[in-house]
């Protein structure tokens, strides 16, 4: 018998031997065979170690991350990491100089690993693909070895199909180019399965062509499609059959040619053909992915029963992926591939009048990580026993260190890797639904979904107004209107996909411009008829419907989906000929505030109801930093402490990042009057710049438990911006205040002038602090005292105080200031009406 102490170099090499034919078995259950064969892999690899036997070693270590590559079960990212670190492993072994082929094939393995990963940039990764192919091809050539030349043309055709940057015409063009000379060697008779699997992949980049005529693109698809399944068969091949399917499925969506209604049939045939094979518990990922293209068929054509169905067909299939999903990196990726499918299905929803239905499954869509957080942080923790809080609390703690520790930029000093990270979040996670499940078996609704009735209870507050846009058109739905117990939908025909991109592109570019040259006076002038230009097509396609229907409520919370968050959506104007500057601002009909979900506008609610605002901690221009000093600031922040009893100033030098963490959980009020910054794409590196330019960033927030904060004032610039690559999970600094504890937060869109700001806040802390207004309301009519008052009114207001200049009222350094910054100006005029002045700062939150 062959054991392992007898003879241990044959039995390693059966045990290597059997884990291959695991790998390649075809009956059984794919999902088993692959964790068997990993686990076979490991166990060789407990002989063939690098020292003793490095040549084995490599060879197995490569087979298993190839497997890894495979694998159906766990975390797809961790897998794909396990795989790139095996290849990376191999090749220390591997090299080029003197194990060329070994060397060669492993580079080709990484490649295919990097066209798939998860973790990173992906554009970044899909180059490293392309790299490491063509490194490969320099030994692996036609002449020498003419089949994985071939496979490696494709592999390359497949890169080049899904790169991200270059020119995407040529990008394709170079895609088909590959597949064409791969089909030099995997001709049909040769190669008939190499050949169909060729075929299908130039189906796929001839239906997505931009070069050449359309129609006659798309024929191609369909025609080399359809030779592919002369060979691919359902029962000899039953994946790539399925994967052909779906291919020409989408080639006859997007046909140009023949009768639409029969086109469009055939492809929902297909789709559905495939979805035989690509079941949910089967292949999730394949499920989730013909699903959601099968449903984005159905909705473009108006079937909105069938488009429901598949919509949520694809969000089930999504949810397995997601709890699988163990770092917040990778169930953000996850995220990112449904991204605008929960909108889908509410619109959907909405069509066929389940407009109940439609708000619970937006609000379950939207800002999974804040919701995930409010759940563990908001359960009925009352209601526990000793023994089952204590359980879960520590379990709670256990994932947010982890997350923590998840969340730090790479190469931070002591952060574990990505793959132990996700392996014992994995492990916290199973141990949390362990604890949940066995309170459920006492409190059986322990940790339920936020129901329609529990929203609408949220909407008590004020009106919840959920703004959406599809490619059909928008939606609002209304939740909480005094005219009705149900959910009302506005329909807004013109608010389309395309046309917020469009927009949204004009606007981003014309900011982007202004924000790398503050001082050219062209390009802020192009910014500012931008936002005008853009605030007045929000009226026109969304909020003025909106404030209609919302008649006779005075206030409302809006909740905008997708890249609407980008926008300051209660500046919205439309011309009024009856008023003097003839123009109507949506916060003049309605007090608008912001929040990311109903969910977080109810933990929101329970924070506000148990904080009082009674301590102010004030930061005061941190120094030194690169940006320029700002000169009102001091003004600003001993205006704010003038209406507080308890206060603390950190100033200048002082507010180092470790200072102001350390100082924000002992205030209930925090006031940040510094300099700041957004990043678009990489949003939790969003940051308050400190002293010596130490970023306190959106993942320092993540990482906080307050006590209690009633209010957070960000009077910097672009403090409120979300992240535009997942705009509906609302990575911002004020989502990571509320989830770290605030129940308000007042953060700003763009770059305010420094006496805008200052006056705006003077005003602001006189009527909510001095004058009884709520928070949210005191903002409001600020930003309308700053718009509508002339010069002259202005500084008879300030000058009014500074005889006084008594804590009482306003403090005469602050009034002198801002008296002085208008008294030469003409007192007829308006000087800061532009919404640039004041329209920048929204109120998210209660």
Not at 17 to 41: F, G, P, V
Request: hydrophobic fraction near 45%; charge should be neutral; include cysteine.
């Amino acid at each position: 018998m062959l054991t392992r102490d007898a003879l241990p170099v044959e039995w390693a090499r059966t045990t290597a031997a059997l884990a291959h034919a695991y790998r390649d078995r075809i009956r059984a259950d794919r999902a088993d065979n692959l964790e068997l064969s990993i686990k076979l892999y490991g166990q060789a690899l407990q002989v063939f170690t690098l020292e003793a036997m490095p040549i084995e070693w490599a060879n197995t270590t490569m087979h298993r991350a190839n497997t890894y590559l495979e694998r159906v079960r766990g975390d797809r990212a961790e897998n794909l990491e396990h795989a790139l670190e095996g290849y990376r492993q191999a090749l220390r072994v591997f090299r080029k100089g003197s194990l060329p082929r070994d060397w060669a094939m492993a580079s080709v393995n990484w490649a295919i690993a990097y066209d798939s990963r998860i973790r990173g940039d992906r554009a970044e990764n899909l180059e490293q693909a392309i790299r490491h192919y063509q490194e490969a091809l320099q030994v692996i050539t036609h002449d020498e070895m003419p089949l994985e030349w071939a496979a490696t043309m494709m592999n390359l055709g497949v890169a080049y199909e899904q790169r991200i940057r270059a020119d995407k015409a040529e990008n394709l063009e170079r895609a088909i180019e590959a597949y064409q000379q791969a089909l030099k060697v995997r001709t049909q008779q040769a190669m008939p399965v190499q050949w169909a699997l060729t075929m299908m992949n130039v189906a796929s980049a001839y239906a997505q062509r931009i070069q050449g005529n359309r129609a006659d693109n798309m024929e191609l698809a369909i025609e080399y499609g359809q030779n592919a399944f002369l060979v691919l068969t359902r029962e000899a091949m039953p994946l790539k059959w399925a994967e052909t399917m779906s291919n020409l499925a989408t080639a006859y969506a997007r046909r140009i040619r023949g009768d639409r209604v029969g086109n469009v049939k055939r492809a929902i045939e297909f789709y559905r053909q495939a979805l035989t094979v690509k079941t949910r518990e089967a292949l999730p990922l394949h499920n989730r992915n013909t699903h959601a293209n099968l449903a984005e068929l159905l909705f473009a054509e108006g079937h909105w029963i069938e488009a429901i169905t598949a919509y949520q067909s694809a969000l089930s299939a999504h949810e397995l992926l997601y709890e699988i999903a163990a770092t917040p990196e990778a169930r953000l990726a996850e995220l990112r591939e449904v991204q605008g499918l929960p909108t889908r299905l509410a619109y959907s929803l909405a069509k066929v009048g389940r407009l109940a239905d439609a708000v619970t499954e937006l609000e379950q869509g939207r800002a999974r990580t804040l919701a995930e957080a409010i759940r563990i942080d908001e359960s009925q923790l009352e209601l526990l026993r000793p023994s089952e809080r204590s359980a879960l609390e520590e379990m709670r703690g256990r994932i947010f260190e982890l997350q923590n520790e998840a969340r730090l930029p790479e190469h931070t000093h002591g952060k574990r890797d990505f793959i132990t990270l996700s392996s014992e979040l994995r492990k916290a996670r199973t141990k949390l639904d362990e604890v949940v499940a066995w309170i459920r078996g006492r409190l059986p609704d322990f940790l339920p979904m936020l129901s329609f009735a529990e929203i609408s209870a949220t909407a008590s507050i004020a009106p919840l107004v959920y703004l959406l846009t599809t490619r059909a058109g928008g939606l609002a739905l209304i939740v909480g209107h005094e005219a009705s117990q149900e959910a009302v939908g506005v329909w807004l025909p013109e608010l389309t996909d395309a046309g917020l991109r469009a927009t949204a592109g004009e606007y981003s570019t014309a900011y982007q411009r202004r924000r790398a040259s503050a001082r050219d006076k062209r390009s802020q002038q192009a910014w500012l008829g931008s936002l005008d230009k853009t605030l007045r097509w929000l009226w026109d396609v969304a909020l003025g419907a909106t404030v209609d229907a919302l008649r006779p409520a005075t206030k409302a919370v809006l909740i905008p989906c997708g890249l609407l968050g980008m926008f300051p959506l209660h500046a919205a104007w439309n011309e009024d000929p009856s008023i003097d500057s003839r123009r109507r601002y949506a916060l003049d009909s309605v007090t608008f505030t912001y929040a990311p979900s109903a969910r977080a506008l109810l933990m929101a609610s329970k924070v506000a109801a148990r904080t009082a605002p009674d301590g102010l901690l004030a930061v005061d221009d941190p120094r030194p930093v690169h940006a320029s000093s700002l000169p009102n600031s001091a003004h600003e922040v001993e205006t704010a402490c003038s209406t507080f009893t308890k206060k603390r100033i950190i100033r200048h030098e002082e507010a180092t990042r470790g200072a102001v963490l350390a100082a924000l959980p002992d205030y209930s009020v925090l006031h940040f009057s510094c300099h700041a910054y957004a990043d678009f794409t990489q949003p939790l590196s969003s940051a308050l710049a400190m002293a010596n330019d130490e970023p306190l960033s959106l993942r320092d927030f993540l990482n906080l438990r307050l006590g209690g904060t009633r209010l957070a004032i960000l009077s910097a610039c672009e403090t409120g911006i979300p992240g535009t690559e997942l705009p509906d999970e609302v990575v911002s600094l004020p989502t990571g205040l509320l989830q770290a504890g605030s129940a308000a937060v007042v953060a700003s869109l763009w770059s305010v002038q420094d006496v805008s700001t200052m006056m705006l806040m003077t005003r602001f802390y006189e009527l909510w602090r001095m004058n009884g207004r709520t928070a949210s309301a005191a903002l409001g009519e600020a930003q309308q005292w700053l718009r509508d008052t002339t010069n002259g009114e202005k500084k008879e207001y300030f000058k009014k105080f500074i005889p006084e200049g008594t804590g009482t009222q306003m403090l005469l350094g602050t009034t002198s200031t801002l008296y002085q910054a208008i008294v030469l100006s003409n007192p007829n005029s308006q000087d800061f009406a532009h919404p640039y002045h004041w329209a920048a700062f929204g109120f998210v939150g209660v």
